[in-house]
């Protein structure tokens, strides 16, 4: 899954210009949401929970709390 989701220097720059770690992650989740598939979700909270912690990793962001 990290090879589908993987974000390069290019994305990390265009994420950079976002406020927020919740704005940085819903565009992230877009972006590879339609690389993968070629459209948006139509309900982007449909995204799987596999694909929020592959993405939240790249951007060293926790999704839930420690066990």
């Known amino acids: 899954m990290e090879k589908i989701f993987f974000l390069d220097n290019e994305d990390m720059a265009l994420i950079k210009g976002h406020r927020g770690r919740h704005i940085r992650c819903g565009f ?21 929970n596999e694909v929020l912690d592959v993405v939240a990793a790249q951007l060293q962001i926790r999704t839930a709390a420690p066990k």
């Open 28 to 48: 992230v989740l877009q972006l590879v949401t339609v690389r993968y598939l070629g459209c948006f979700l139509a309900d982007p909270l449909e995204v799987p």
